[in-house]
């Protein structure tokens, strides 16, 4: 049974930096064809997607954000860490992560964490 | 980069109507790529339809996709009372990026 769950801070400054982890189990990220994204959805807005990393360690980043984003992976802790830079109060939402296997499934997200509530706020 | 928009905002129908949902891409998906989600308040979306119209495990078979190239359909055939919530489809594009729609919520009449 795939599981994963995000972990980070709830509430962080303007211009600081926004470090999550998404710990999981049930998969490994050394398998061919796995990938973990991130997604985020500020309160009552759509989705929108953020970074994904392969189990190759390819990396792949949402074009608004990618200045300010970071994906790595520690796959012998199986985690995905997700940093973003220069947080604004337009940062505020739930995030997300996700397990996708691009290929097989057509490129969705068949498995996601509950989420964490991040406030950008002062 | 693609953009998916997704009609009508809102859909308010009775149990046991059909529910007709449209995603229209602004370039074509690439071999289906297309995916659905459903969301209820307070939890993480889930994954409804990928290819455009193949299920993924557990889902109801009232549940069905379809369309290619820009135009997309998600149909439930007969609306339970626990499909009221907001959908969203997702593509994976040629570039490797994903997007997600704005979302249709399918409302209680």
């Known amino acids: 049974q795939i599981t994963l769950k995000e972990s980070g801070p709830t509430l962080v400054k303007p211009t600081q930096t926004l470090t999550l982890t998404c710990t999981f189990s049930?998969?490994?990220?050394?398998?061919?064809?796995?990938?973990v994204g991130w997604i985020r959805q500020p309160p009552g807005k759509a989705l929108e997607w953020l970074a994904l990393i392969y189990w190759d360690d390819d990396k792949r980043y949402s074009p608004s954000l990618k200045s300010r984003l970071t994906i790595t992976k520690d796959t012998s802790k199986n985690q995905v860490v997700l940093t973003m830079t220069n947080m604004d109060p337009v940062d505020t939402a739930t995030y997300y992560c996700a397990h996708t296997r691009p290929i097989e499934i057509r490129g969705a997200f068949d498995i996601w964490g509950q989420g964490t509530m991040v406030t950008v706020s002062s | 980069e693609i953009v998916l928009t997704q009609s009508p905002g809102t859909l308010s129908l009775s149990p046991g109507e059909r529910a007709t949902l449209s995603c229209r891409a602004s370039q074509s998906v690439s071999s289906s790529y297309l995916a659905w989600y459903q969301q209820k308040p307070g939890q993480a979306p889930r994954l409804l339809i990928y290819g455009a119209s193949s299920r993924a495990t557990g889902i109801p078979d009232r549940f069905s996709g379809s369309g290619s190239g820009t135009d997309f359909t998600l149909t439930i055939s007969r609306l339970e009372p626990e499909d009221f919530a907001v959908y969203y489809c997702q593509q994976y594009g040629s570039s490797q990026t994903w997007t997600f729609g704005q979302g249709t919520k399918v409302e209680i009449k």
């Open positions: 049930g998969f490994s990220l050394s398998t061919s064809g796995v990938g």
